[in-house]
């Protein structure tokens, strides 16, 4: 990889984690399609956000580990566990496709993203249902293998929560952390080789993207969160119909 490529990925994931530390998602929502647009194909640009996300969802699980809830997270996590392989079954095939089909694809999938979480409200309750439980994390780990992209639906279900703030990080924390190891073994599994050396730029940029969340985070204290959300929200369906018109328009 030269160098600008270099530091064109490392503005993105600086870019990226700024912005998830500010209004707490939206890293990989908006990093996978840059790292598209910039030239990457879906899994490689997978592989290169992967182990980063692997060391902050370790790093925020290690300082909210007193208030992670483990037995809910281990009931989301196996849920996530038995849709990840199906949704990397399906990276597999859409690899395959011509990449202004799968500019389409992630840009439809980033508009259902943002739709489902303007329009779905979720009242918040003691507990939720088996069956939706299923459905969120099967959903979870299902969009999570296929487009990593495996946060909206966690975050509803646990938006019907009645959890503090301090919970709801630990458990969204602790929950991405564990799916890591598998997406990561399953990617090296179909993938193999080719996609060592964005494994390994992933794990050069980790401390890079750890810092600059921590900074989001701080960052967040002083600005006024909900604007932000709008902004972020906006941005994102900007990006997702560049990403579904984009062929059209060059034609």
């Known amino acids: 990889m030269s160098v600008s490529i270099l530091i064109l ?6 870019l990226c ?3 998830q530390g500010i209004v707490g ?8 399609p840059l790292l598209i647009w910039s030239g990457f194909e879906l899994p490689e640009a997978i592989s290169i956000t992967s182990i980063p996300i692997f060391f902050q969802s370790l790093t925020s699980t290690y300082k909210l580990r007193t208030h992670v809830i483990w037995k809910e997270v281990w009931v989301g996590a196996i849920f996530r566990y038995m849709g990840i392989p199906i949704g990397i079954f399906l990276l597999t095939l859409i690899s395959t496709f011509d990449k202004s089909s799968i500019k389409q694809i992630v840009g439809i999938a980033i508009l259902l993203i943002v739709i489902t979480q303007t329009l779905l409200k979720v009242k918040p309750r003691e507990k939720v249902g088996f069956i939706w439980t299923f459905i969120a994390f099967f959903t979870s780990g299902l969009t999570l293998g296929l487009i990593s992209m495996g946060g909206p639906p966690a975050i509803l279900w646990v938006m019907a929560h009645k959890w503090s703030a301090l919970t ?3 458990f969204l924390s602790a929950l991405f952390f564990l799916a890591s190891p598998l997406q990561l073994i399953l990617l090296y599994y ?21 810092v600059a969340t921590i900074w989001g985070v701080k960052l967040g204290e002083f600005l006024d969160r909900e604007k932000l959300k709008k902004i972020v929200l906006s941005l994102l369906v900007i990006t997702s119909l560049v990403s579904i ?6 034609s």
């Open 9 to 14: 990925i490392g503005i993105i994931l600086f």
């Open 168 to 170: 709801t990080r630990a």
């Open 190 to 210: 179909n993938f193999g080789d080719k996609l060592l050396n964005f494994f390994m730029t992933g794990l050069a940029f980790s401390p890079l993207v750890i």
């Open 245 to 250: 018109f984009s062929p059209y328009l060059r």
């Open 17 to 19: 984690s700024v912005i």
């Open 25 to 32: 998602f939206a890293f990989n929502i908006f990093a996978i």
